[in-house]
């Protein structure tokens, strides 16, 4: 069993960053692929960034390509997403998430565990 906590969210203005972290309980955090969705209000829950078990490959969605980070500390069993050049249809509360399987996943049911998700608010 794998649980996890985000922190780093808030508010901050557009153009502005956030870094994301998210720690991990458990031995076989290594071995995951992990993820970062997001939900805003109203709207479903879509996916935002993946990495593999490694940190060798990650994946994003088009909307921020560019503008987002994923990165993993398997050491410290800890992923991050930093978050540059946000913009108001950045906010949503940001989950992450962890697959027992250790490649890239973009479907939320391909991932087991997640968080309980901290606020990003982006002003205009």
């Known amino acids: 069993h794998v649980q996890l906590v985000e922190s780093g969210g808030g508010l901050v203005q557009a153009g502005g960053s956030l870094r994301l972290s998210c720690a991990a309980s458990g031995r076989t955090f290594g071995t995951y692929a992990m993820g970062w969705f997001r939900q805003a209000p109203g709207k479903e829950r879509e996916f935002v960034a993946a990495i593999d078990w490694s940190g060798g490959n990650t994946y994003y969605t088009d909307a921020v390509k560019g503008r987002f980070t994923i990165s993993r500390d398997n050491a410290k069993n800890t992923v991050y997403l930093q978050m540059n050049s946000l913009k108001p249809e950045d906010t949503a509360v940001y989950y992450c998430?962890?697959?027992?399987?250790?490649?890239?996943?973009?479907?939320?049911?391909?991932?087991?565990?997640w968080g309980q998700g901290t606020q990003v608010t982006v002003s205009s």
């Open positions: 998430t962890a697959g027992s399987t250790p490649a890239i996943a973009t479907m939320a049911a391909a991932y087991d565990y």
